[in-house]
């Protein structure tokens, strides 16, 4: 019988819809398949093409005097860091400058080398720079909050096949993330604990919906899980911040979010999917009600009428089979480049 979970962060509904119970291999996308180079001439964010891109903010360097990665400005910004965020009310009418920062990441020099086929310490390296920036710009007083998150393919919106990740900061706070900071608060005011430390503790004993677990973090699915193999990856330790993540922490996250990445590459032949880092705001750093956390979404099936009108979302396979085929996916230990 279909059953109805409520999401316990954002009590939310999910309709588990058994009747329409896929099995996890049902979902793999068979597309044409076509070797990508691993440099393409008229790409902007391969190496010899610098020029292309807005001035460099920052590098992580390799041998040579070349780079491994590197930080632009968005050619094509959603918001300008040039402006200040003036705001303007006007009876129902609320603006603000369209002042915000937007970055790109360029993770790797080699065209074709997805981040699920890196080392762990490429990936690492990426986490790396997500810090320095997220950390950069939380500090400065007119950023309210910073967004880091990755495209990967059509579906999920990218628009350049380079392998790279972006970061938008806005001088407001979304009222999804203002209700997410409200529900932890509430419960925390009722109850006296975190409500993601409550469910990563219940979930680490429970086993079923377990993926990858480590000594910094855990990887699970979720027991309302919006869409198929959607995965969430918390840190063991309880933080707010994103910024607030340790150098070994680095290391061991770069480990679980390559190999994650890797068990959908190889299980789900490389399906489109983004991730995003929800991490407080500035202003709650060092709270003890939320906790932040990194979430890996396959573009495997579509939002439509039903889910626009209702708000609630439909998901035909159980999150635990979910689990137990990425636990069975066998991947290689991400220790060397390529392919």
């Known amino acids: ?31 044409p398949t076509k070797p990508v180079d691993k440099f393409v001439a008229s790409c902007p964010f391969c190496p010899g093409n610098e020029s292309q891109t807005p001035p460099e903010i920052l590098r992580v360097p390799s041998v040579n005097n070349a780079w491994q990665v590197r930080v632009v400005p968005n050619r094509f910004a959603a918001l300008a860091r040039e402006q200040q965020p003036t705001r303007t009310i006007h009876r129902s009418r609320r603006t603000i400058n369209g002042f915000g920062v937007h970055d790109v990441i360029i993770e790797t020099p080699d065209h074709s080398q997805w981040m699920a086929l890196m080392s762990d310490a490429q990936v690492a390296d990426v986490l790396g720079i997500y810090r320095t920036r997220h950390n950069e710009l939380s500090h400065d007083p007119r950023i309210a909050h910073v967004t880091i998150f990755k495209n990967h393919g059509r579906d999920a919106g990218t628009s350049l096949e380079h392998p790279h990740s972006q970061l938008i900061a806005t001088p407001v706070i979304s009222h999804q993330i203002r209700e997410r900071i409200q529900q932890a608060l509430s419960h925390y005011d009722e109850y006296g604990d975190c409500m993601f430390c409550q469910m990563i503790a219940e979930e680490i004993s429970d086993q079923t919906r377990i993926v990858m677990l480590t000594q ?19 840190p063991l330790r309880h933080m707010a911040s994103f910024g607030d993540i340790s150098g070994a922490e680095i290391t061991d996250l770069a480990r679980v979010l390559r190999t994650v990445l890797s068990k959908l590459y190889v299980g789900l032949a490389n399906p489109d999917f983004n991730y995003t880092i929800r991490s407080a705001p500035a202003e709650c750093v060092g709270v003890k009600y939320f906790h932040w956390y990194l979430s890996v979404i396959p573009r495997l099936t579509r939002v439509a009428g039903f889910e626009l009108g209702s708000g ?4 035909t396979v159980m999150p635990e089979a979910a689990a137990e085929f990425l636990r069975n996916v066998k991947v290689e230990v991400g220790t060397a480049a390529g392919k």
């Open 312 to 315: 609630m979302f439909i998901n």
């Open 216 to 234: 910094h973090f855990v990887a699970f699915e979720l027991f309302a899980s919006y869409a198929p193999f959607c995965t969430h990856i918390y």
């Open 1 to 31: 019988m279909p059953e109805l979970r409520q999401n316990f962060l954002t009590k939310e509904w999910v309709i588990i819809a058994t009747e329409r119970a896929k099995r996890p291999e049902d979902l793999v996308i068979h597309r």
